[in-house]
């Protein structure tokens, strides 16, 4: 497999769907080796066979969830807000001291559009209070429309909110925002990822309403020199 020095393995849970694969196409088109997991390792090794197709080159490896978050330096969860929970009980001795980047929004069909939070609040933070303090989660991309990740001509209007108790693991996951194209803000504290979690319904509304794909949020007033 043949990578950039240096960048870290990134293990997509839910590699398979749209949002999970989007991102990794991006992440392995700038050098990142990626292994995409999913319920159904030969769904994943299929998957994976058509990106480096795509990409032209050896850089993406597909197999179980599990066999994912084992070779992941970084794991991204992307997966249905159903299987959340279950998809994290089921790798969870194999995540213990690495970064999880969770993509997670607690969307409700067929309701999607109206914000339905879980009754603790953060869905992400959620899961940070099951993993303990061994795993380092990371809450962003909720904002992020999967229609046009694979599209790499294509400018996403949206900025990601990254949050998380961990600022040296939020600075990591920005450098991965920026990998796919697009600006990451350090959010503050993981309880905040409410508010990126309940911004995924309102943004819903809008492209329904506004018969768009990709509505996604903008971060305004910080000057360009800031931004890492």
């Not at 196409?25 to 080796?33: K, S, T």
């Not at 994912?68 to 790798?91: D, F, K, N, W």
């Not at 909110?161 to 996951?173: F, I, N, R, T, Y």
């Not at 920005?174 to 409410?194: E, F, M, P, Q, T």
């Amino acid at each position: 497999m043949s990578t950039k020095k240096n960048l870290p393995v990134i293990g997509v849970l839910g590699g398979t769907g749209k949002e999970g694969g989007g991102l990794a196409f991006r992440w392995a088109h700038r050098g990142y080796p990626v292994f995409l997991g999913s319920r159904s390792a030969e769904k994943a090794i299929e998957a994976a066979a058509a990106m480096n197709k795509e990409l032209g080159i050896d850089r993406v490896r597909g197999g179980s969830n599990r066999e994912a978050a084992a070779a992941a330096e970084i794991a991204v969860l992307s997966v249905p807000y159903a299987a959340q929970r279950t998809t994290i009980m089921e790798v969870q001795d194999a995540l213990k001291g690495k970064i999880l980047v969770d993509v997670t929004v607690p969307l409700m069909p067929p309701k999607v559009n109206r914000v339905q939070l879980p009754d603790n609040g953060s869905a992400v933070e959620a899961i940070q209070k099951l993993l303990g303090a061994d795993v380092h989660v990371v809450s962003a991309f909720q904002n992020v429309s999967a229609h046009h990740l694979k599209d790499l001509s294509h400018v996403t209007e949206c900025d990601v909110l990254v949050c998380s108790d961990d600022p040296v693991a939020s600075d990591e996951v920005i450098k991965l925002v920026h990998a796919v194209g697009l600006r990451g803000w350090n959010g503050g504290v993981l309880a905040n990822s409410i508010v990126a979690e309940g911004l995924t319904s309102v943004l819903i509304a809008l492209n329904q309403r506004y018969k768009v794909p990709s509505a996604g949020i903008r971060i305004t007033g910080i000057p360009d020199a800031k931004v890492m």
